[in-house]
Every structure is written in structure tokens, then in C-alpha cells.
């Protein structure tokens, strides 16, 4: 049928009938005589089939439109689900099954013509009523046969069945010619298990096609559950689910497990039963090329296939070709994205294989993995590697892949790489250095610490055994299993600085091509070099280390250094007073190991342990509770020296808060006696001793601090030359607590200790009569204290004075005020037990007067507000502080807040 035949939409489709193509011989092929009936018959819904509405609507919402294609391999349920709809069809429904012998035009369209016959699509008259396709259709007859089906009277569904068997170019050109101009009342719906040979391209782009493929045949859990139940076979929700997972919602595997189950079998591998081998065997792999299917076995060790690992397992040269082309069959075959370089064949159909591949070549099983773990290392895809490895038994090169990529224990790959590990029979890890390697990080995994050494040193006796060059990425295996094992969890910090130092050392001189891990070995590095320069007392070192580790481990994917290194950045800046720092890169670290799951790991604690200390500062008791009680957990299960002992001290801190001084110094005791004896921690030392005099302070035993710092004031820290400030003001040395206080206020400006300094200052100057100085000095105080969020120095300096000259600052500071009345109501407090004063008796007046007192207006102006006279206002001043037992207005503010007066 050529384009000038014409098909136009604006002529009349009547007019175009020519009156010689009715004259045309009529001859029924013998072979269109035969099985019509069952051919032009939707099939039989058998009892117990599931009727899926979601699918019969997506069928009833394609047939609007001139095509509707179902397309999916077999087995997918594509039939079944046609027929489903056919049964709720308000249109009439022509259906054809077709088969090879309707490659032949004249079979093709002879049937077409008889499956519109059977559905009453032709009235009487008809052009098509009494139309017999001669044998050899010729394009005559198409173009009278595609005229007439342009002057169908009624809207008619012709479903094409096994549409797959229609390969014939010539009826695929007149099917081409039918699409490109589809008749007003004829919808087709073309069921098929491969992609079909039309340009469909121009009825997607004018939307003029709707397509369900397999992910929408797909059964859902409801469905299976009902298709189950439908067949009065009882399962589990769980069982359902696996059912659902292992078949990706294939309906036949489906229905083959509702078959065994219903027999009394179970289904513990499903790829294992006869009746699924034997239908993919029979329906997938029969229909392919013996070479397509030699690929697919080899290929089926793989989880996941692209083109150039399936040309390493076969030698294929056009590898993608093939798994393109398998796609577009539908052969059970999956690509991942919408330009496909990667494959997965449906887990059924890989085990089959993998079945086949073991009975029929044992022997090339092991070959291919080894094949495979060669593959995925050299593109960096370690796990992958590595199980292959262990799958081919190639113990030796996954020990040298797992030494290469030691880091992986601190990534999200450590439960990938333990797996692997755990493969290793244990008769072969004493066998080479690498091997034992392995054995130190399964250790070192279980938390046996107190083992690890032993493994380390019989894998340098191995070495030693060997010759040739040292190597370099073995080497730095061990120091860096060393220094995270016998110094890091242990305690010993300068040791910690020296072995990360001589990690670092070796790492300068690898290349990549060395050492594929050298980046995450190097972030390791860096973070614990940090680590252990913060807990010698390095600070401004440890910084530096700790920032370069994070920017290390961010740039390698180790989130789990990440995140150590960002909460030892916390705790650093609560050692400098940095609160606000420190609550930034505390919520930092916790927010980061909530996103990745790992908040109960070792390596989230210290952030952990960090935002506790700062919300204790900010007296913000239950939130420190919280976060400390995380903190005990993540760690209790796998202990890190220094970080058990920043815990006690953050428990005995939180009882300085709340009071219970004796629990606090049970806390600091059992600290000191549990400590690990290999603990060389300097900063944590003297961290003890602060926590310590903070207790001692509380307790009222100035006396104490000043014994334990008063003769090394040169060489405090900030922290500790306030706690010796404050006890001096404690014994009254004013003028050495000045002096300790404007010391640590020029070491450490605009922190936590300056408040501390500030607020000193501004008691000594109270004391002494400076009565401007006193409230300057506490001026800033409380402007840092609001900046950073700090509320406990106010709260626990033990000095009653502090309340009154707080209530002061409200007044005569006003930028300040409100945060100033918060400090006041925790200072403050109505105490239950609290005397009550001589006389509390006072007027509705005087309550009106007292009312005003908190404010800085003067008696006038309280007069003018109330339009009383001065005199009366100031009668009622005098009556008030006569009752309330005080001399001045301030005391009078803060009795009556005790009495809750106010």
C-alpha cells in the first residue's frame, strides 16, 4: 500500500471504498478454517483468579485511545489481565489470538476480519459484512479492508494477542499504515512479549498510546495475599513478603508457589522448585540462541551485569548489544536507568542459572567469580571484590584487597566487609601476614581489643619471612590497626601521636597506584593524630589536625571519621569555653550520624558527650541527661578510654547541677579507679582535677582549690585560673581573685571563662564599694552569657549578692533586661521552706505600689500612674518595707518575689 492510496482524515471514509474491491474472488484458505473459534475467544478465567482492579482500570483508561500496549514478558499475567477487563467492557471486543502462520497477509488479515465479524463489529451492508480475503492479499485488499474498518458503525476493541509472533515485515507495514491514521472507532490492544516493530515512536509523542509494562503487572502484597487466600493456601504476611521479593511480583512464579504450597511443600528457594525451572527453561531460555545462553549462564554469578564485565566472564565482543536486545525481549532482563551501561536479570531466572551453571560446569564456577573480583577491584568496587573473592575461594587476593582497604571498618561498608571476612576458613588465617590482618579487624570488630596485638605481631613475623622490598601498604595496615587498637581505645595519647605521625610518614611516600586507600587511610590519620594532640593538651595542633581530618574523611566517604572528627572539634571548644562553636559542631555531628543511621555507633559519641556539657551550661539539665544517657549507650558495648572518662566527668558535672555533690564525688573516684592503665591523657588529668575543685567549690571548700592550684598560677589554663578566681573571692582575697579574673579574661576573651572572670570582677568590685564598676563588669558578663547561650555561672557561684546585683543590671542595663529577668527567675526561686517574713499583710494598694517596684520609674511617676499624690506613694513605700522587713527597694523586689508576691 503505497502513501498516494490516500487515507487523508478530511475525505469522507465512504467515499473512498472503490466498487471493484467488493467484486474481488472470495477464498477461505483452508488453514483460516481451522481453530477459529478457539482463536477468536478471549481465554476462560479459571476459578480463584484475582481480578485486579488497579489494572483493569489502567486496561479500561488505555482502551480511549487508538492503541494500548502490554508489554512483558512471559509468565507477567498480560493475557489474563485483558481478559479481566473484557468482562467488564461496555465496548464490543474482538479477539485474536495469533500465531507464526498469521505472518502470511492473507492469514493475518483474514482473521482480523473474522475475530470483527464474531464481535458484531460489521452491520449488514457493511463493506466489510460479507468481505473473504483472497488468497495472496494483495495491497488492494488492504487499503479496502483499512477503508472499511475507517466505517465501522461502532466503536470496536480489537485485542491482538501474542502479538510477539508477528514478524512479518509485510503485515507490519500495513499495521504501520492502519496506526497513521487511526480509525475513530477502532482501538487496538496489542499484547506481547517483546517490544513491537511499529513505529509507535509517533503515537507516544502525540500521546495517542497508553503502555503497561512489567513493574505494573506486577503483583502487589495485597494481591499475592489474596491470590493465596483465593486458593485456600494459608501463608504469612512474612512469607507473602518474601514470596513478593524472591519473584519481584511475577505472576507465574506466584502461582507456581501457590501450586507447591497447596500440595503441602515448602518453599525455601524457590528458584529450586521443578515447576519454575522448568517454565523459565521451557518459555526464556529454550527460545534463545545456544550462544545468548551460554552468556546468560556465566554471566548469572553476577548480581548485576554491564557490558564490559560480561566480556571479561564470556569474551563477547558485542556484550551490550546482547543485553539491550534481552532487555527488549523481555527476557527477563532489567536495565538500571534510562540509558542502560548496568543489567540485573530477575533473581528467578539468575538462580536457575546458577543452578544449571553449577550441575553442568562445576569446575569454571570458582574460575568466573576470581574473574569477576579481578574486575570489580580494578574499578574500585571493593565489596563487590571481595565477595567475589570469597566466592572463588581466592583467599589470598582478598586478603591483600582487604588490607589495601583496611578504612572500610570506619565506613558505611564495614558490615559489607565483616561479611567477607567471616567467610575466610579459619585454618587459613594463620597462614600469611594479610591473612592475619584479617583476623585483627574481624577482632577488632567483636571488640576484643586485648587480642589484636597478638595478630599484628605474628603478622610481622610473617613478613619478616618473606623477602624482597618492605611493603609499604602492609606496613601501614599494621600502624594503623595499632594506633587505633593499642593506643586510641586504650588510652595512650602521646603513644597515639607518635604511630599516627609515622602513618602519615609512610603515606607520603605512596602513590595511589600503591595504595588504592590512600585518601581514607590518610583522613584516619589525620583524625587520630587530632584525637590524641587534644588530649595531650596540644590544643591549637589538635585543631588543625582535626579540621584537616574532616576535610579528609569528607573527601573520601569515611562519614564515620567525619563525624569523630567533628564531635572532637566540640569537645575542643568546650575545653577553650567556646560554647557556641561547640554546640555548632556538636549538633553538627549528631545530626549527621542521625542521617546516616549510625547514632549509636563509637564513633557519634563524642559530639554526644559534647552537647551534654554545653547544655549543661545552658542549664538545660534534662537535655544534658538525654544526650549523655546516648552517649553511655553507643559506647557501653565497644569502650574508648579517653571517651569513658570525658563521660564521668560530664556525669559528675550534671551532679554539681542538680545538687547531689556527694554522687559527684563517687563519680570522679570510681572514674579515677577505672581507668584504664595504660590511660596517658594529660588534658583529661587535669580536666579530673577541674571537675574536682568545681565539686570542692560547691561544697564550700575553697580551701581545697586554692591547695591545689595556688602555687602554679603561671602555668593554668584559663578554666582553672578561674575556679582558683573564684575561690579566693570564696576566702576573701579580693584582690588576687581581681587579679586571676582579668588574667583569664585576657587568655580567653568572649567565652565561658570570661563570664566566669567578668562576673568575679564584678563581685570584688561590689565588695570593695565600686558600686559603676561592679555593674559594667557584670554588663559583660550577662552580653557574652546572652551571645553564647551560658546560664550556669549565675546559677551556681554560691554568692547571694549575685541576685542583687542582677536585679540591678535589669534595671539600669536595658539591652540585657529580659535575658537578665530569666537569670532572676532561676536565681530566685520561691522557696517552700523559706521563713516568712514579720508582716505580709499588705493593702490592695500596697500590692499596686509593690506592683511597680521591679521598674525604674521613680515615686512621681508611679504616683502619676496610679493619680495619687507622691506623699501617698511614698507612705505606702515606707509601709511596704516596714512589712516586708527590708530597708531598700531592690531587697523589697526579691522579698516579695520569695513571698510570690510579685
Known amino acids: 500500500m503505497n502513501g498516494e492510496t490516500g487515507r487523508g482524515v478530511a475525505a469522507d471514509s465512504t ?87 498469521d505472518n502470511d497477509r492473507t492469514m493475518f488479515w483474514t482473521h482480523v476480519v473474522g475475530a470483527l465479524r464474531g464481535a458484531g463489529a460489521f452491520e449488514p451492508g457493511h463493506p466489510l459484512a460479507d468481505l473473504e480475503p483472497a488468497a495472496g492479499v494483495t495491497d488492494a485488499v488492504v487499503d479496502q479492508i483499512l477503508d472499511g474498518l475507517d466505517a465501522l458503525p461502532v466503536r470496536v476493541v480489537l485485542v491482538l494477542d501474542d502479538f510477539h509472533d508477528l514478524e512479518a515485515e509485510a503485515v507490519l507495514h500495513d499495521l504501520d499504515d492502519l496506526l497513521r491514521y487511526p480509525p475513530d472507532r477502532l482501538r487496538l490492544i496489542l499484547v506481547t512479549r517483546t517490544e513491537p516493530s511499529l513505529r509507535l515512536h509517533l503515537l507516544r509523542a502525540s500521546g495517542e498510546i497508553a503502555e503497561i509494562r512489567g513493574p505494573d503487572l506486577a503483583f502487589r502484597p495485597d494481591e499475592a495475599a489474596l491470590l493465596f487466600a483465593n486458593r485456600n493456601v494459608r501463608v504469612s504476611d512474612d512469607d507473602v513478603a518474601r514470596l513478593i521479593e524472591e519473584t519481584q511480583g511475577w505472576a507465574a512464579g506466584l502461582q507456581l508457589a501457590v501450586a ?315 575545653l577553650r569555653g567556646a560554647l557556641r562553636e561547640a554546640y555548632e559542631h556538636a549538633t553538627l555531628a549528631c545530626d549527621l550520624a542521625e542521617r546516616r543511621g549510625v547514632r549509636m555507633s563509637l564513633q557519634a559519641v563524642a559530639g554526644q558527650l559534647a552537647l551534654a556539657l554545653v547544655e549543661l551550661e545552658h542549664n538545660n539539665v534534662a537535655e544534658a541527661e538525654r544526650e549523655l544517657r546516648r552517649a553511655v549507650e553507643a559506647h557501653r558495648a565497644d569502650p574508648e578510654a579517653a571517651q569513658v572518662l570525658v563521660s564521668s566527668l560530664t556525669r559528675a558535672r550534671l551532679h554539681v547541677v542538680t545538687g547531689d555533690l556527694e554522687a559527684a564525688r563517687a563519680e570522679l573516684r570510681r572514674a579515677r579507679r577505672d581507668a584504664d592503665p595504660m590511660m596517658v591523657a594529660p588534658a583529661l588529668d587535669r580536666w579530673h582535677r577541674l571537675t574536682q575543685s568545681e565539686v570542692d567549690l560547691a561544697s564550700g571548700h575553697a580551701e581545697a582549690v586554692v591547695a591545689r592550684y595556688g602555687r602554679h598560677t603561671d602555668s593554668l589554663l584559663p578554666g582553672e585560673t578561674v575556679c582558683l578566681a573564684r575561690a579566693e573571692l570564696a576566702l576573701g582575697g579580693l584582690d588576687l581573685a581581681e587579679a586571676l579574673a582579668a588574667r583569664a579574661r585576657a587568655t580567653s576573651p568572649g567565652n565561658l571563662n570570661a563570664v566566669w572572670a567578668w562576673t568575679v570582677t564584678a563581685l570584688v568590685a561590689d565588695a570593695q564599694g565600686h558600686g559603676n564598676r561592679s555593674v559594667d563588669a557584670l554588663s559583660s558578663a550577662v552580653r557574652i552569657a546572652q551571645r553564647e547561650g551560658i546560664r550556669r555561672p549565675f546559677l551556681s557561684i554560691g554568692d547571694r549578692r549575685l541576685a542583687t546585683l542582677l536585679e540591678r543590671q535589669r534595671w539600669l542595663v536595658r539591652d540585657n533586661a529580659a535575658f537578665v529577668a530569666d537569670l532572676l527567675a532561676e536565681t530566685t526561686p520561691t522557696r517552700p521552706g523559706a521563713a516568712p517574713a514579720p508582716e505580709t499583710d499588705l493593702s490592695d494598694r500596697e500590692l499596686e505600689v509593690l506592683r511597680y517596684l521591679p521598674t525604674v520609674l521613680t515615686a512621681a511617676e508611679i504616683a502619676d500612674e496610679l493619680r495619687v499624690s507622691v506623699n501617698t506613694v511614698k507612705a505606702h513605700l515606707r509601709s511596704i518595707y516596714r512589712k516586708l522587713d527590708v530597708t531598700r527597694r531592690r531587697e523589697a523586689v526579691v522579698r516579695a518575689r520569695e513571698q510570690n508576691l510579685i
Open 260 to 574: 507447591s504450597l497447596a500440595q503441602g511443600r515448602r518453599i525455601d528457594d524457590l528458584a529450586g522448585d521443578h515447576g519454575v525451572a522448568d517454565y523459565l527453561t521451557r518459555e526464556v531460555l529454550a527460545r534463545l540462541p545456544p550462544d545468548v545462553r551460554t552468556f546468560l549462564t556465566r554471566t548469572s554469578v553476577l548480581d548485576e551485569v554491564c557490558a564490559d564485565l560480561a566480556t571479561a566472564l564470556t569474551g563477547e565482543r558485542y556484550s551490550q548489544r546482547i543485553l539491550e536486545s534481552l532487555e527488549r525481549a523481555n527476557a527477563f532482563v532489567q536495565g538500571l536507568g534510562s540509558f542502560p551501561r548496568w543489567f540485573r536479570y530477575h533473581p528467578l531466572l539468575r538462580d536457575v542459572l546458577r543452578n544449571e551453571l553449577t550441575a553442568q560446569s562445576p569446575e569454571l564456577l570458582p574460575e568466573l567469580h576470581r574473574i569477576a573480583a579481578r574486575w570489580y577491584a580494578e574499578q574500585g568496587a571493593v565489596i563487590d571484590a571481595l565477595r567475589h573473592a570469597a566466592a572463588g575461594r581466592d583467599w589470598e587476593f582478598l586478603a591483600r584487597q582487604a588490607v589495601d582497604w583496611v578504612p572500610l571498618m570506619l565506613s558505611a561498608d564495614r558490615a559489607g566487609l565483616v561479611a567477607v571476612l567471616r567467610q575466610i576458613p579459619g585454618g587459613e588465617l594463620p597462614t600469611t601476614p594479610e591473612l592475619q590482618v584479617c583476623d585483627a579487624l574481624l577482632l577488632f570488630h567483636a571488640g576484643d581489643y586485648a587480642n589484636v596485638p597478638a595478630r599484628l605481631a605474628a603478622a610481622r613475623d610473617l613478613r619478616a619471612e618473606r623477602t624482597g622490598p618492605c611493603d609499604l601498604p602492609l606496613e601501614v595496615a599494621l600502624l594503623t590497626i595499632e594506633a587505633a587498637v593499642v593506643n586510641r581505645v586504650r588510652g595512650d595519647m602521646p603513644g597515639l601521636v607518635t604511630a599516627t605521625t609515622a602513618v602519615l610518614g609512610r603515606l607520603s611516600s605512596l602513590r595511589f597506584g600503591e595504595l588504592p586507600a590512600l585518601l581514607q587511610y590518610r583522613a584516619i590519620a589525620l583524625n587520630n593524630k587530632g584525637v590524641g594532640l587534644l588530649w595531650t593538651g596540644q590544643l591549637d595542633r589538635a585543631d588543625r589536625y582535626l579540621w584537616a581530618g574532616v576535610t579528609a574523611a569528607r573527601a573520601a566517604g569515611l562519614v564515620l571519621v567525619e563525624i569523630n572528627a567533628v564531635g572532637h572539634l566540640a569537645l575542643l571548644a568546650v
Open 15 to 101: 467515499e473512498r471504498l472503490q466498487p471493484n474491491r467488493r467484486s474481488l474472488p472470495i477464498q477461505r484458505p483452508l488453514t483460516a478454517q481451522r481453530n477459529n473459534a478457539a482463536r477468536h475467544s478471549r481465554p476462560r478465567l479459571t476459578p480463584g483468579v484475582v481480578l485486579r482492579r488497579r489494572l483493569i482500570d489502567l486496561v479500561d483508561a488505555g482502551a480511549r485511545r487508538p492503541v494500548t500496549l502490554l508489554c512483558a514478558g512471559p509468565g507477567w499475567g498480560k493475557t489474563i489481565t485483558v481478559a479481566s477487563w473484557v468482562t467488564t467492557a461496555t465496548d464490543r471486543v474482538a479477539w485474536l489470538t495469533l500465531h507464526p502462520d
